[in-house]
Every structure is written in structure tokens, then in C-alpha cells.
Nanobody, 119 residues
């Protein structure tokens, strides 16, 4: 089992930056991929970005390309999401997720951290 704990959310103004962190513990050696998702009020949870744990290959949803950067610290089993030029439409609860090697879906989820961007 892997436990994921997010931190770094908060309330900012449009144009500001935030960095989210996701600390993994437990059977971290089983992780193949980690990602960030978000859920805005009244909307379904959506994919934001992901990174392969060993190779560091990254992927982003179009609305955040050029503004968000995903990274990971393999030594400390921590993943980050640097969010720049934040917009009100980025307001959501952000979740980190882990994909276990050999799985066909994300297996582990954090509890979420709120990001609120005011106009």
C-alpha cells in the first residue's frame, strides 16, 4: 500500500504562483507513474499532469501547458506541481495519484488540497 499526502494549496490572486507537493510513503518502490488531478465545484475530476517515476517523462492537459511544471524528487519520494500564472478557472481541489507497476489505472489517491484563485 502507498499513502499520498498533498500540501501547498491556498488562496491566491490571478497571476500568482503556487507549488503543490505530494509526499509518498509505504511501498513506494511499486510506483510506476504519478499524476495530478483536479476537481472544480460542480465538475468531474479531471487529469492535469503526470510523470513517470523512473524516466521522468511528463504529460500535461492543454489548458495548463506552459504554466504548470510537474517534477519529482526520487530520493524523497515527493512529487511537485509548480503552478504559474494562475487563473480563476484553476480553482479546484487538487489530488495526487499513484499508478502501481503492472496496473491499468491509478491505484493510490491523496486526500486533496484546495487551490483558490481570485480574479
Amino acid at each position: 500500500q502507498v499513502e499520498l499526502v498533498e500540501s501547498g494549496g491556498g488562496t491566491v490572486q490571478a497571476g500568482d504562483s503556487l507549488r503543490l507537493s505530494c509526499a509518498a510513503s509505504g511501498r513506494t518502490s511499486s510506483i510506476y507513474l504519478m499524476g495530478w488531478f483536479r476537481q472544480a465545484p460542480g465538475k468531474e475530476r479531471e487529469y492535469v499532469s503526470s510523470i513517470t517515476w523512473n524516466g521522468g517523462t511528463t504529460s500535461y492537459v492543454d489548458p495548463v501547458k506552459g504554466r504548470f511544471t510537474i517534477s519529482r524528487d526520487r530520493t524523497n519520494y515527493t512529487m511537485y506541481l509548480q503552478m504559474n500564472i494562475l487563473k480563476p478557472e484553476d480553482t479546484a481541489v487538487y489530488y495526487c495519484a499513484g499508478w502501481r507497476l503492472g496496473s491499468d489505472q491509478y491505484d493510490y489517491w491523496g486526500q486533496g488540497t484546495q487551490v483558490t484563485v481570485s480574479p
